[in-house]
């Protein structure tokens, strides 16, 4: 098996262990009304992805790919927007279940575009 491999499986533990806990210590401030912690990981982990998108050849492929898509694979989550607006939605809070999805992917793109110009504007 490849070390790579090791490392990127490794580092996608510690992104899910880290997405854990910002959706813990976020989501019991907020309430459960809304997922927020999971909002906020979405949107922050979009944000990093487009600020390592941006450095592009500053920084090295094997880092590029254990922090892309290792850490950052591991910590966002797309599957559990979808489980979360689909609860929203079954509990008939239709408001709720269209801002997290639509609101997830509108912020999502917003701060993955941030990202890549304040990259890009280091690299």
């Known amino acids: 098996m490849s070390p790579l491999l ?20 976020v989501t019991p401030a907020a309430g459960a009304r809304f997922p927020v912690g999971i909002l906020i990981v979405n949107v922050s982990g979009s944000f990093a992805l487009g600020v390592l998108t941006g450095l592009g050849a500053a920084v090295a492929p094997e ?3 254990a ?29 709720d ?3 997290n999805l639509f609101g997830t992917l509108a912020l999502t793109a917003v701060a993955a575009g941030l990202g890549l110009l304040l990259g890009s504007a280091a690299a």
């Open 63 to 65: 880092l590029s790919l």
């Open 6 to 25: 090791l490392v990127v499986a490794a580092a996608g533990g510690v992104g899910a262990g880290l997405r854990y806990l910002v959706d813990r210590l």
């Open 97 to 99: 279940a269209a801002l």
């Open 67 to 95: 922090l892309g898509a290792g850490l950052l694979g591991g910590y966002t989550t797309f599957s559990t927007v979808s489980v979360e607006t689909v609860l929203l939605a079954e509990r008939r809070r239709w408001r």
